[in-house]
């Protein structure tokens, strides 16, 4: 392990696999994404692609695309019971902005640009979609803006994010 490694790895995502409807678009539209959170294309095939790259635990965690079977493709719902978004932690705001300007060099469907949100201190995130329609985010929260909710979840006890909300005039 690397010194200031995060050594918990109980609850970290292992991998991401989704489905979509066309291998050859979504290797177009990730691969530079993947590769800018540091990913490499580590599988690639007519139907399924693969990246990893190291977490901060020391394991390595994918991200998967496999084609969706023929006749089988539809658009993303995310109000439909599933998945809703994934979003994918930034080292600074700086790097928010700097991926949001790599996804407009590359024509990505940008559904809100570079801004504060008030879901944790200090929240900062941009949000965009892929060609089949999946929400995707990708946020920096700095740690001092965590650890600020983590007390405060212990001292509030059960649903402290609703009295947390409460407090701040903040909706879900």
């Not at 801004?115 to 929240?123: Q, R």
Request: charged residues 20%; hydrophobic residues 35%.
């Amino acid at each position: 392990m690397m010194s200031g490694q995060n050594t918990i790895k109980r609850g970290t995502l292992n991998h991401l696999r989704l489905t979509v409807s066309n291998i050859a678009k979504a290797e177009k539209f990730y691969d530079p994404i993947a590769r800018f959170m540091g990913y490499s294309l580590v599988e690639k095939s007519n139907h399924r692609l693969s990246w990893a790259g190291l977490a901060g635990h020391g394991n390595l965690q994918f991200l998967i695309l496999s084609q969706s079977k023929k006749g089988r493709s539809r658009p993303h719902d995310r109000y439909s019971p599933g998945l809703h978004h994934v979003a994918w932690n930034a080292e600074s705001r700086e790097e928010v902005d700097a991926f949001y300007e790599m996804l407009l060099e590359n024509n990505v469907c940008i559904l809100d640009p570079p801004a504060d949100y008030s879901y944790e201190p200090g929240y900062y995130a941009v949000f965009f979609a892929d060609p089949d329609g999946m929400k995707l985010e990708f946020v920096h929260v700095p740690i001092e803006g965590s650890q600020v909710y983590w007390h405060l979840f212990a001292a509030l006890g059960q649903n402290p994010l609703k009295k947390i909300n409460e407090r701040v005039g903040c909706c879900e």
